[in-house]
């Protein structure tokens, strides 16, 4: 009885230290913009807390976790699973207990008790209104595929993707593409073939299809477009009828964190209802519980019965990261976008 | 430490224990034991087949991992397959950990810092490997596998090591064993109900039986009710047996006390009536004759009374006797001295016919002797009452059979007729024209000869009166070292 006092009122001394005046160190591959109201809330939750937020792309994230230059995270996020993957095998990530259940039946949303998601933002294709009025809007990878066959000049140089040898996520959405959709390699020619035009970004992609440089953007990430899109009248985003890739943006507590309670306890409210809504709510990125929608999508589009598939979070994302298999699978990529 | 020591000099101490208890307590230690033998065994197997099943995930996903590896291009190419992957994706929560040697034992791909690394000398064609090693602080269960290339370009061994955390594999141990640890339990819970049960079963009618022995009296001659239970029917039998005999006894006892006293009372009576007469007589002297019959009267009485006490004497000794070694010879030579002195005054003549081989039995001296001196008293009063004028022969033999040996004393009287002869062993019993003995001469025998699991045979004799044998069992050499040890 004694102990359980003593624990207890040690417990009660943690807590009240890192109520105090605890730094909370996130790095992340997120852009500042999408996850502020997060952030914010977390720190009305838990007052006197300091945020200190360093964004990242996702390789530069990767590299900095496996050579770092700058003291150690508490919490790591980012959209690149498959890098996430890797790094929590790796034993970069420890374990919290605990955490709830977004929605059952998503299993795939968490990786043993290291690693866990909490958006689930698909890969659309977003096209430029002015430019497909009186023209069919592809709606499936096929028809996509044939369009590029048919009408090549319309697609010449005015089509977009994500640049899969220097983005994370672009070659996690380029190799889950291949795994999940027999047809990709000749997709790949087909966009090679309309000399279509890699970039590193989704906002930057974003930017030229408003512009109308571009008429067609493929595999973008669904959050950053849907959000563009709701503010934009030129661009409008389809969610693919065939199937869908939803990319997990995922967390986990660093093994060298400050303060791991406080970093649980951000994943934590990263996965509880009102985290969730928040996301839903007032930022550019879709929570993980689908019920919950997003503001941004003003057409419904994530309500339909499209063919969603989730890119689950689990040890078959580190096949790709395989030197030789990812070797190849940029050669033939590189040789199919630039034939 | 203390109450140890007190528990074990209680369950040592001699004082009454419950035998429902004591079964019940040992055959839970024996159970405790033999779930503690089984636990270890099924903890043995839980583990054999958690890695079992999971050593063959690793083994067909390091197969399917070696398909993906070829040559191309006179080098070894390697393109693992995304199916690989999904069967590990089995055990869900674990970690994976690859890496991939060429020939020469150069590494090719995957992590290059694993714990073990494939021998140069392994073939092919063996068996893969499977080894448990701590990796990045986990236990980590590696295959190791190869494949043999053999190419023009590339020929040799590529090997693949893939190692797998225990996470599901250990989760699998787990509920194996708790199942069977469970399972095992309730069966031995079970048992111990069961054996409950049944203790209490066996013992039923042990109380059924001290019940039926509270609520009768010992002296009553009711018999227990027969019971169906195999094993509990001799015990009845033996209590009804034992009980009999009992009353057997108590009855010849009481028969006993009737006759005797029935006896002494007649006797008694007619030396007070014989008393009353020479009382009343008017003469102040008193006739010689009468004092006579009186001392006749009075002779008959201490006869009648020894005869009594030696008779009870000889049938409740039996029940502690005192056998020892008796050496017939001398023996018989001591009672002949006895009888030849005790009968000096009268002209009968002894005659003593002794075996030819030292005869040893294992009696009662006292009782023996008192019976011989019986069977000698009869031969003396019978033998000679009517033939006053002859001499009276006494003869005393030993002989010996097979196991028994046998002594008679014959006599030349009347002798007793065939017909009567069973007769004459009852008590009280008078045979013939004897008025003077008191009937109880060879009861006494009788008694003698049974209480050594002896016989008395009585019969005509050569001499013309009548034999009395004692048939004894003899003491064989083996009985006789039994006894003296």
Known sequence: MRRLIISLLSF???????????????????????????????????????????????IELFQELLTPTLPAPDVVISSASDLQVKLVNDGFAQPVYDVPEVTS??????WTNELFGFTYEPVVFVYNKEAFINKPIPHTHEALAEQLREQADFYHNRIGTYDAASSGLGYLVASQDEVAFSLTGRLQESLGRARADIHCCTSLLLTRLTTGDLVFGYNLLGSYAMAKAAYNEHIGVIIPEDYTLAIIRSAFVHRNAKSPPLAAAFITYLRSPAGQKTIANKTALMPLDRRLGSHNDTNNQLQKSTNFHPIRLGPELLLYLDQHKKMHFLNNWSLAMDP | MFTIKEHLKKLTSSRMYSLRQKMLTRTALLMCTVLAILSVGVWHYANTSADYS???????????????????????????????????QLAPEDKVYYAIYGPNGDFLSGYSDLPLSPSVTEQASTQPRYELHFYKQQKVRFIVRHKRLSERSVAGNVSIILGQTTIARDEQMRDTLYAALTTLMAVMAIALLVMWVAINRALSPLSWLSSQLVSQSPMENGRLPATKILEVAPLTHAINNYRQQWLDALVAMRDFIADASHQIRTAQATTKAQLEIALSSKNERVDKKVVEAIYQDHTKLTRLTNQLLVHATIVHRGDHQAFTPIDMHHFLQD??????????????????????????I??????????????????????????????????????????????????????????????????????????????????????????????????????????????LPRLTETLHASSNH
Not at chain 1, 105 to 110: D, E, G, V, Y
Not at chain 2, 438 to 462: F, N, P, T
């Open chain 2, 362 to 471: 294992l009696g009662d001296e006292i009782v023996l002797k008192e019976a011989l001196r019986n069977v000698i008293d009869n031969a003396v009063a019978h033998g000679t009452s009517d033939r006053s004028t002859t001499h009276g022969v006494i003869r005393i033999s030993l002989e010996t059979y097979d196991l028994d040996c046998r002594v008679c004393i014959e006599d030349n009287g009347q002798g007793i007729p065939e017909n009567q002869r069973m007769h004459a062993l009852e008590r009280f019993v008078k045979v013939g024209t004897n008025t003077q003995g008191s009937g109880l001469g060879l009861a006494i025998a009788q008694s003698a000869a049974l209480s050594h699991q002896g016989r008395l045979i009585l019969s005509k004799s050569e001499l013309g009166g009548l034999a009395v044998c004692f048939s």
């Open chain 1, 12 to 58: 009660c001394i943690t807590s009240h230290l890192f109520a105090n005046d605890t730094v909370l160190r996130i790095y992340s591959a997120t852009d500042i913009g999408a996850i502020r109201p997060m952030l914010h809330e977390f720190e009305t939750l838990y007052p006197n807390t300091t945020i200190v937020y360093r964004e990242f792309n996702t």
């Open chain 1, 105 to 110: 039946n998503q299993p795939w949303a968490q």
């Open chain 2, 335 to 360: 009672i002949i001295t006895y009888a030849v002195r005790d009968y000096a005054h009268t002209n009968i003549e002894f005659e003593y016919v002794p075996a030819s081989e030292n005869i040893t």
């Open chain 2, 54 to 88: 999971y050593d063959r995930l690793l083994s067909s996903a390091s197969v399917t991992m070696l398909d993906g590896i070829n040559v191309a291009k006179n080098k070894v190419h390697i393109d693992l397959p995304y199916s690989a992957f999904e069967i590990l």
